[in-house]
Every structure is written in structure tokens, then in C-alpha cells.
């Protein structure tokens, strides 16, 4: 072994991980694991060495490990993570605690159940609704770098539900449409190609939807893919006012 290697697994990190079966459990519980400290493990290597070495009962999820499929979110030391992004580095020596994301019920252990979110992207119709049908044999729906801008940074977002764990108002009003969801409405409203703002509208101007939030920005901070759900949620506030403003006072050009 390198010398170099020899010193980076010398030591250990404890991590505190969420178990629970709830088919089995009454309770939740937290169970001690020591593991390999090294400065190029992420917290998500942690838990593969608790599967692979430790324990092979624990269960997560994840699948590209870079940053991309958006499926190892969990709260690490109570703030929702990528954890394939969660350096160990950045917690040693401190003990490091990992949870299933908040307000989202738990399947088992580190496995949440995520079909209320999947619930509402069809909600809010998160999927081009063309403008105009036309043959393929016309060629592609093209668009200007220019438009492409315009919605580009909303059509990041990896569903990995970090903002949702992050919400204070998702805490308290579970049935709030929520960050990502309204997101990824604003990035087809904005898409030069789309024509399915007013059918979005019906659940992104509902009782459960944009009014809802109370801009704590929250959901922004935490999001690994600079997505800024915060953002499109005022944006589709400013948007909705407009209408409505021209809706009264000119209701003769309203569409
Ligand atoms: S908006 Fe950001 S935090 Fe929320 S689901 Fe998309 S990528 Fe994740
Ligand atoms: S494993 Fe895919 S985003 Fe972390």
C-alpha cells in the first residue's frame, strides 16, 4: 500500500445512520457503523462500505455517483445532500449522521417514497405541450441560443427532491406542489416551443401552488444544480399578476 493511501485509511469516521422497517418497526433507530476515513470518499462511499463490508441489511439509493441521476439524496447532519457530492472530508472527525430526506415517508431505511412528488410533475404537466403539431418530414422544432436561455437554467434539475426536504412550507403543507415541481412548469412555459402554459396554470395557480410559498429561499440554497426553484416560483408569481392586471383592465385582449 502507497504510503500516502496507508495514512488516509489509518483512521476512522463514525457514521450515525437512519434504520427503520416499518413493516417490522414501531420506531426508528440510529446505528453506529466506523468506517475508513479518506479524503476522496464521499458520504455515499461510506454507506457502499457499511453494504459491501458491515452490513449488507442497510438500504439506499443511488446509480451514477456523479451528480447526475439525482437519486442519493438524504440528510447529512440534517441538511439535505447529494450524498455522492458530500466529501468526508468536509465533517472529519466529527461524527456524521445520515437520514432519509425530511417529509417524505420512509419505505426503508434511507429509501424514501417519492410518488407524491411524481404525483405532481404530472400535475403540473412538466413535459413539452407543442404549440403546433407538425410532420416530421418539416424537420425540427428549432430554437435561437437566445431562447434556449430564456428556460435553460429551470431544465437542470435532476428530481433529486433536495429542495423539497428543505422547504419549510412542504413541512407544513405536505400537499404543496413544492419547488421542483413548479420549476419545471416555468421551464416549459418559457420554452419558445410550448403551448401548454394555461393547462399548467389550473395546478401551479391552484390553492396549492404558488401562493403557497412565502420565499424563504431555502429550496434555492440546498439545490445542487443552481436550478434556483425560489426564482421561477416569483417569476411565475410576477407572470400570474401580469394576467390578471390585464385581464381587468383590458379584458377585451385577454386571450
Ligand atoms: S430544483 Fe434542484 S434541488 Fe429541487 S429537485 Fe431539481 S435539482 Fe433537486
Ligand atoms: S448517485 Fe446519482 S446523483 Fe448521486
Given at each position: ?160 427532491m433536495l429542495c423539497y426536504s428543505a422547504c419549510p412550507v412542504v413541512g407544513h403543507d405536505p400537499d404543496f406542489i ?14 419558445s416551443r410550448d403551448g401548454g402554459a394555461d393547462e399548467r396554470g389550473e395546478a401551479i395557480f391552484s390553492h396549492e401552488g404558488i401562493w403557497k410559498c412565502t420565499f424563504v429561499g431555502d ?37
Amino acid at each position: 500500500m502507497a504510503a500516502s493511501e496507508s495514512s488516509q485509511t489509518r483512521s476512522t469516521i463514525s457514521l450515525e445512520v437512519f434504520r427503520y422497517r416499518p413493516d417490522q418497526e414501531d420506531e426508528p433507530t440510529l446505528q453506529h457503523y466506523a468506517v475508513p476515513y479518506r479524503t476522496d470518499w464521499v458520504v455515499l462511499d461510506a454507506l457502499n462500505y457499511i453494504k459491501d463490508q458491515l452490513d449488507g441489511t442497510l438500504s439506499y439509493r443511488w446509480s451514477c455517483r456523479m451528480g447526475v441521476c439525482g437519486s442519493c439524496g438524504m440528510m447529512v447532519n440534517g441538511e439535505p445532500k447529494l450524498t455522492c457530492a458530500a466529501f468526508l472530508r468536509d465533517y472529519y472527525p466529527n461524527p456524521i449522521r445520515v437520514e432519509p430526506l425530511s417529509y417524505f415517508p420512509v419505505i426503508r431505511d434511507l429509501v424514501i417514497n417519492m410518488d407524491d412528488f411524481v404525483r405532481k410533475l404530472g400535475e403540473v404537466k412538466a413535459w413539452l405541450i407543442p404549440k403546433e403539431e407538425k410532420p416530421v418530414s418539416e424537420g425540427e422544432y428549432l430554437q435561437t441560443p437566445a431562447e434556449l436561455a430564456h428556460y435553460k437554467q429551470f431544465s437542470m434539475c435532476i428530481n433529486c427532491m433536495l429542495c423539497y426536504s428543505a422547504c419549510p412550507v412542504v413541512g407544513h403543507d405536505p400537499d404543496f406542489i413544492g419547488p421542483a415541481a413548479i420549476a419545471l412548469a416555468q421551464r416549459y412555459n418559457l420554452d419558445s416551443r410550448d403551448g401548454g402554459a394555461d393547462e399548467r396554470g389550473e395546478a401551479i395557480f391552484s390553492h396549492e401552488g404558488i401562493w403557497k410559498c412565502t420565499f424563504v429561499g431555502d429550496c434555492t440554497r440546498v439545490c445542487p444544480k443552481n436550478v434556483d426553484p425560489a426564482g421561477a416560483i416569483q417569476q411565475a408569481k410576477v407572470a400570474a399578476t401580469e394576467d390578471w392586471f390585464r385581464s381587468v383592465l383590458v379584458p377585451w385582449g385577454k386571450k
